[in-house]
């Protein structure tokens, strides 16, 4: 593009205290009004730490030094300014990954909106309060006067999403900066952003792209410029960095996409199998899963519904006349728009709480009836691996503390494969010197690992993974997919796994349920879903599954 870029960045560096190597390595580019930069790589390489120094908010452990880093011609202030508080929000528009975090639990969503608009514009209350339905709407919230009262934790993950982005454009900032602004989001909802991120660019406004979708690249970014341990290791126009590739690093983002990928392919296959997982997962070992019609299903629910109570005195109908059967020793996959019911469901299989009406049945026995009691001693057949694995984790805990733990719920007589800490760690392919670090010192993937090891602790027979690599980025996201797969095929286990990633439920999944507003509106084998939909919604659905466009 000609003319002044409106943001310019030029031999940016990070170092941490006590760190050998820096986070950010001489990072430079420029990004124009009407113009989307994405910058792409693993978790680690130092992108989104480059963003955060583009609005003064590096941790105060960072030592950022650079030769320019102007906005609209206007040297940005430093680190600890007060200047920061009039350039945000109104000049810099920022939307980050953790709505859950990033959203004050105690107020209204609208009123975050709100006070953007109160601080940055000149619009009476009741024009504000129309433009926050506005922004609602624009982003795709449905039911916005509804949605614009409640809090944060009333909100699905997707809601709160869009509720985030919505506040980021609210005072309509020359420059966006978006941290994996769709990963929580589903395929449906996820294109109807794309496309108010690229009306925003066809507008004028500049947008920064922090992603490891490399399918959202396509649709969006005009430049990429990939990252790898602090330094930039390609850059250039999109459709030449995805068509033609120059670096290994983004050769290898490109082969972890799991869309077109058949089931049982590895992601990663440029990786050694470790040699420490030999005892428990050899080559050529097979595990046989009986099948026969006398087998029954790992998890079965028989028309099961559930409502809730709204604050207005009214009820929503989470969940209408739900039939799902789990196979044994097969993965079925749960797929669905935010807010469908998809964790309602994961929710009431692991008896954390109950139905209105219908059954649960666990190896062909009765579950969902049972008092906590009652289910204790069958409580270890079923484990569970949930998206954000922190949040789950004791922060006080070690890694090694935190598997003794799991191990002791082990019941008596059980017998497993995995009876020690070591055998855990070998078999989720966790390097042993990581024993004695807590939760917040490992990384995404790292993290993800320790909790499919304590999820196996307790020998289960069946695993609800509920998005468990949504918030991981592509390439660790292959690394814990095809561990999944190797556990699945080497311990007989079952999967109901839960994802809004349609790509991901097609690599991973055996047969395949729809569910849309409570109810299922399509089941079936996999193949025969993905490529011969019969419901409105599935097809819809797997219309707007994002393909990477070279």
């Known amino acids: 593009m000609t003319g002044s870029p409106l943001i310019s960045v030029k031999n940016l560096s990070v170092r941490f205290d006590r760190a050998p190597l820096p986070a950010v390595d001489h990072v ?8 989307c930069l994405a910058i792409v790589g693993e978790s680690g390489s130092g992108k989104s730490i480059t963003a955060r120094c583009l609005l003064g908010l590096a941790p105060p452990n960072a030592h950022v030094a650079f030769d320019a880093l102007a906005l609209q011609g206007q040297s940005l202030p430093g680190t600890k300014s007060r200047r920061w508080r009039s350039i945000r929000g109104a000049s810099i528009g920022l939307v980050l990954q953790d709505a859950l975090v990033s959203l004050d639990p105690l107020r209204p969503v609208g009123r975050e ?11 009476n209350q009741s024009q504000r309060r129309q433009r926050v339905l506005e922004l609602l709407e624009a982003v795709g919230v449905p039911d916005p006067a509804l949605r614009a009262q409640q809090r944060s934790g009333e909100l699905s993950g997707g809601l709160r999403q869009r509720a985030l982005i919505a506040t980021a454009l609210a005072a309509g900032p020359p420059l966006i900066i978006a941290d994996e602004p769709t990963t929580a989001l589903d395929v449906t909802v996820q294109s109807k952003v794309l496309n108010l991120l690229r009306s925003l660019t066809d507008s004028g406004t500049a947008l920064i792209l922090i992603t490891h979708d490399l399918a959202v690249v396509s649709r969006v970014a005009d430049r990429v410029l990939v990252m790898s341990e602090g330094r930039v290791v390609e850059s250039g126009d999109t459709g030449a960095v995805l068509t033609e590739p120059a670096a290994a690093e983004t050769r290898q983002l490109l082969a972890s996409i799991p869309v077109d990928v058949p089931r049982g392919v590895p992601l990663r296959i440029d990786e050694p199998q470790s040699a420490a997982r030999a005892p428990q997962v050899r080559a050529n070992d097979t595990v046989l899963v009986s099948r026969a019609s006398n087998t029954p299903p790992a998890l079965e629910l028989i028309s099961v519904s559930r409502r809730y109570p709204t604050r207005n005195g ?22 669905g728009q935010s807010g469908s019911g998809k964790t309602t469901i994961a929710r009431i299989a692991l008896g954390l709480e109950s139905a209105d009406s219908g059954q649960i049945l666990l190896d062909g026995t009765d579950w969902g009836s049972l008092s906590a009691r009652e289910r204790r001693p069958r409580r270890h057949r079923l484990g569970a691996i949930y998206q954000d694995p922190l949040s789950s984790f004791d922060p006080r805990l070690t890694v090694e503390k935190i598997l003794v733990d799991a191990l002791r719920a082990q019941s008596a007589g059980t017998s497993s494969s995995l009876a020690s800490v070591d055998e855990l760690m070998d078999a989720v392919d966790l390097p042993r010197n990581l024993k004695n670090r807590r939760p917040l010192h490992l990384s995404g993937g790292q993290r993800q690992r320790v909790a499919i090891a304590r999820a196996l602790a307790p020998a289960p027979r069946t695993l609800l993974c509920d998005e468990p690599v949504s918030a991981l980025d592509v390439s660790t996201q292959a690394r814990v997919l095809d561990l999944l797969d190797e556990l699945q095929r080497h311990l007989g286990l079952s999967y109901l796994f839960i994802s809004h990633d349609l790509g991901v439920i097609r690599h991973m999944s055996d047969t395949v349920a729809v569910i849309n507003e409570g109810r299922i509106v399509e089941t079936g084998v996999t193949h025969e879903i993905f490529t011969s939909p019969r419901d409105a919604y599935t097809q819809s659905l797997i219309a707007a599954l994002p393909r990477v466009r070279k």
């Open 113 to 123: 909106i709100e006070d953007v608009l109160r601080l940055h514009s000149t619009l």
């Open 28 to 35: 430079s580019f420029d990004v124009h009004a009407g113009e």
């Open 314 to 335: 009214e009820t929503i109908q989470a969940l209408n006349h739900v039939s799902v059967t789990l196979e044994a020793g097969t993965t079925l996959g749960l797929v």
